[in-house]
């Protein structure tokens, strides 16, 4: 693709060559010449003086740093994202359906639909427009899954799962599992009926080996927008609003709510029966024990240190109580005086 058209289609502003031909994408500090790089802030400036790439995505106040062709962009990283499928789109999945596919005969499928080897497709199924299904996939009874969404190999959706237009679910994917619901009785666990389903917006991306289990009455919900990292764990009846995103390894208990547009850093941990509020950032490996009531930044845990320092830091926590009374004793001894 020419940069003239890769500007038109990004619309933004286009220094330099218009004819100059791009046909890859690399960082700015390994691009060749038919490469398109990006850099979001003065941070980067050295690199970006110094790049062989054939066009570079800026900011307008590096445009003059850029030592050859650049793209001008009010959001550099955003016009990037939008630029990787111009340059590198997927390979279209040819409508039909394999011969070693299973599928009850109650399932409806659209003729434009691509099921793939070895599916398997459950009682009173829809599968939309444009649907992508690849190998091994396992599809309950009751599922639904509307246009245009695409589900990578060996993704399994339990009986009762919805999904809306656009999604992009990554193999290993289980939506639907029973949620962990049991009740102690004078015989053991005795596990209570997990029936609520799963319900999942449109454009949801769902990554590699990530959970979501079914309500237990209502169903697990979802939000339009929201975009799940890999092998993150999503108790029962849980509820994610719109365009929130969440890194991989974090586990959420069951029936908390997360209000939209938060950003839920990896390796966290969020208890259950607790309500985050919209605009919530979560720092990576923090422990959300209560309700976050209002927008912000939030974090908890102590930070890598060398381990000499982490020692001391740990053997101090230790002892902060008996060090707590020694000085509230100063003190009273103080006031005394």
């Known amino acids: 693709m020419n940069l003239d058209d890769l500007a038109k289609a990004l619309k933004v502003k286009l220094c330099g ?7 890859g994408l690399a960082p700015v500090d390994t691009a060749g010449e038919n490469d398109l790089a990006f850099v979001v802030s003065a941070k980067y400036k050295s690199a970006l003086q110094a790049t062989r790439a054939g066009a570079v995505i800026v900011p307008a106040a590096l445009s003059e740093l ?18 990787s499928w111009l340059l590198k789109p997927s390979k279209p999945a040819l409508p039909g359906m394999h011969k070693s596919a299973v599928v ?19 009682a009173n199924t829809t599968i939309g427009e444009h649907v992508v299904i690849n190998a091994g996939c396992c599809l309950g009874s009751d599922v639904h899954i509307a246009a245009g969404c695409f589900l990578f190999a060996n993704v399994t959706l339990y009986d009762n799962v919805q999904l809306g237009q656009h999604c992009r679910i990554q193999s290993g994917a289980v939506l639907g599992s029973e949620g962990f619901g049991y009740a102690w009785t004078s015989g053991g666990w005795s596990q209570i009926q997990q029936t609520g389903g799963v319900r999942v917006g449109e454009r949801v991306h769902v990554g590699a080996n990530t959970t979501i289990d079914c309500g237990a009455i209502d169903p697990t919900v979802i939000a339009d927008g ?16 719109e365009n929130t995103a969440i890194a991989g390894c974090t586990g959420i208990a069951g029936s908390t709510r997360i209000g939209h547009h938060c950003q839920i850093g990896g390796a966290c941990n969020i208890v259950g029966h607790i309500v985050i509020a919209d605009h919530v950032v979560v720092n990576a490996s923090s422990l959300v024990s209560r309700s976050i009531e209002q927008a912000g930044r939030y974090g908890s845990g ?3 240190l060398p381990e000499q320092a982490w020692r001391r830091s740990f053997v101090t926590l230790g002892k902060l109580d008996q060090l707590i009374r020694r000085i509230r004793k100063l003190e009273r001894q103080d006031s005394a005086d």
């Open 66 to 83: 850029a030592p050859g062709n650049c793209l001008v962009s009010t959001d550099p990283y955003a016009s990037y994202a939008q630029a």
């Open 302 to 304: 102590m930070p890598l």
């Open 104 to 122: 009850d005969e109650s399932a409806q499928i659209s003729s434009t639909a691509h099921i793939g080897p070895g599916v398997v497709i459950g």
């Open 17 to 23: 060559d218009a004819t100059k031909t791009i046909t």
């Open 226 to 241: 929201v975009i799940l990292d890999n092998q993150i764990q999503i108790a029962h009846n849980v509820q994610i609003g």
